[in-house]
């Protein structure tokens, strides 16, 4: 269902799921202006409001900051009057903005990149293709497009026709980072939103929990504890068999309908291509090819009306898993630079590839993060920044907008209040398998002391029964072997990547081997490439990196 605004100089489009849209309201009017949303609003209070009917959202039409002190979810707001236009975001603007501005009378503002693409004409963005295939992420505002941008997290886009267009925050960043309330208050006002939330999403939704059986989705699946979960369900697909045997029993724990996920075969290149432009990703990347073995199944739960996809982080909350604890040796600026040189894949790039990409995020985290740091923050802080308003605000949306295709989703991690938890904790809390980890007093805030429904413990997440303190040691030392060994089992998710790979690795060669000529080929190193194409076997990281790069060849950028 699409909603058009236009006026003299601006031009707004907005899309909502069909399958949503007999039973939602997206727009209220009144005589004097119209207020409307996109995405999923979920009161976060124990008013339990429902904002699938716009008209709950008019009291707050002359101060829609106000709302966002009462909802969570992954949406956006706007105003509309005759002479003016405002939309705001979520807190890190999961429910993408994207504007246009032609010229200075001239602005164009949608929920879908590729409508903002009808009006535009064809001005790649090197620099974005560079960063995603050569230091493996999204970052900032941009897009494929040099000219088309999103709204920062918080982000407030308005226009009015004395003052033309302005984008800013409706609330800085410092107000999340630094808070004067104590680690433990926000602890119990997340677990308590999120309760709310479960609650609101029970009531007016279906909620559909990802349920990996991992550390995220169990605090996800918990958010329900206590409640009717008549409309609850969740589905799990084969990855590490030991996550898949933990997430079925705690769907049985729960009483949740739980699907077990079983993926369709393999497909050619050519369907590939098809289903990525289908669901409109900004860039082809063939390791999405695990996204089609399970959409299928994935799209036949989320085809009820207002079904609601629940996901988790996607990754570690701290700095040592991923590498970034080399940000600790340094301040400020040099943390910038050490976290920019380690997430750029240098061996791929030409010198001046490397270069040009290294300015352009430094000059981009310098301008973001660098007054934050100059605040006395720990330096590793800087790494919780990349993460959360980086890669999880931007990477994760493209994710879940790919896998939960027209439907609505909900990431309980991307609530505010949730992360100023992170930026008060202690260091280790954020440790997610340590025993007192967020992720574990979150848990037990949320089922008031309860154990049962989210057996954790200190070893990764081994799914232990309560035991004495030596019959427990018995059994850790019988099982310790096993837990060894499915601890380096590999995921089926990268079965299905490594062998598509594989299958198609003698067309990636002729593509890579024949192509000549392309502003953003120039940037990579075709010598060190064809080195890397001889080898026998080829690590993760060169297999995704040649997946990202040959659909970009074909594309001609």
């Known amino acids: 269902m699409f909603f058009e605004y236009k ?301 609601v996809l629940l996901t988790g982080l996607g990754g570690a909350t701290h700095f040592g898993v991923s590498g970034y604890k080399k940000v600790l040796d340094f301040k400020e600026k040099e943390a910038i630079i050490c976290l920019t040189e380690y997430l750029i894949k240098k061996s791929y790039l030409t010198d001046n590839g490397y270069q040009a990409l290294k300015k352009h995020m430094i000059n981009y985290y310098i301008e973001e993060y660098l007054p934050l740091l100059n605040k006395n923050t720990p330096s590793y802080h800087l790494a919780n920044y990349h993460f959360f308003f980086e890669r999880f605000g931007n990477y994760q949306a493209l994710k879940n907008h790919i896998n939960s295709s027209e439907n609505n989703y909900y990431i309980p991690f991307g609530n505010k209040c949730f992360l100023q938890s992170v930026f008060a904790s202690p260091k280790e809390k954020l440790f997610r398998h340590k025993k007192y980890s967020i992720h574990h007093e979150l848990n037990y805030q949320i089922t008031n002391g309860s154990t049962s429904p989210i057996p954790f413990t200190k070893n990764i997440h081994w799914d232990a029964t309560k035991l004495n303190r030596i019959e427990y040691r018995l059994q850790r030392q019988i099982k310790q072997s096993l837990i060894n060994r499915l601890k380096v089992e590999k995921k089926y998710s990268d079965q299905v990547r490594r062998s598509f790979f594989y299958d198609y690795l003698p067309h990636y060669k002729e593509i890579i081997h024949s192509y000549k000529k392309s502003e953003l080929w120039d940037y990579f190193d075709h010598e060190k490439l064809n080195n890397l194409l001889m080898q026998e076997n080829l690590y993760e990281n060169h297999s995704s990196f040649i997946s990202k790069i040959v659909p970009l060849l074909k594309m001609n950028i």
């Open 7 to 307: 006026r003299a100089h601006i031009h707004y489009v907005s899309f909502v799921p069909d399958s949503s849209q007999n039973d939602l309201n997206y727009h209220h009017e009144s005589k004097e202006s119209l207020v409307g949303y996109s995405g999923l609003i979920a009161c976060n209070t124990s008013d339990n409001l429902s904002y699938t009917n716009a008209n709950n959202l008019s009291p707050y039409i002359y101060n829609l900051n106000r709302l966002f002190d009462l909802v969570d979810g992954s949406f956006a707001v706007f105003k509309i009057s005759d002479r003016s236009f405002e939309c705001l975001t979520d807190t890190l603007s999961t429910h993408k903005i994207f504007y246009w501005q032609g010229n200075e009378k001239e602005v164009y503002v949608s929920n879908r990149l590729e409508l903002i693409k009808l009006f535009v004409r064809p001005d790649p963005n090197l620099l974005f293709y560079l960063q995603y295939v050569a230091a493996g992420g999204l970052y900032g505002n941009s897009t494929d497009h040099e000219c088309i941008f999103t709204t920062p997290g918080c982000g407030r886009l308005r226009w009015n026709a004395s003052d033309g267009l302005q984008v800013d925050r409706y609330e800085p960043l410092e107000t999340i980072i630094s808070n004067e309330e104590t680690y433990e208050d926000l602890i119990r006002q997340t677990s308590l939103q999120l309760k709310n939330v479960a609650r609101n999403l029970v009531t007016y939704h279906k909620p559909v929990v990802s349920l990996s059986g991992g550390f995220d989705s169990r605090v996800a699946l918990n958010m329900f504890w206590g409640l009717n979960k008549e409309n609850v369900t969740a589905y799990t697909f084969p990855d590490i068999s030991i996550d898949t045997k933990i997430a079925k029993r705690l769907a049985s724990i729960h009483g949740v309908t739980h699907h077990l996920l079983r993926p369709c075969s393999q497909p050619d290149i050519r369907e590939l291509e098809d289903f990525i432009q289908e669901y409109h990703a900004p860039f082809f990347d063939y390791n999405h090819v695990f996204g089609y073995v399970i959409n299928d199944e994935i799209q036949a739960i989320l085809s009820k009306k207002n079904a």
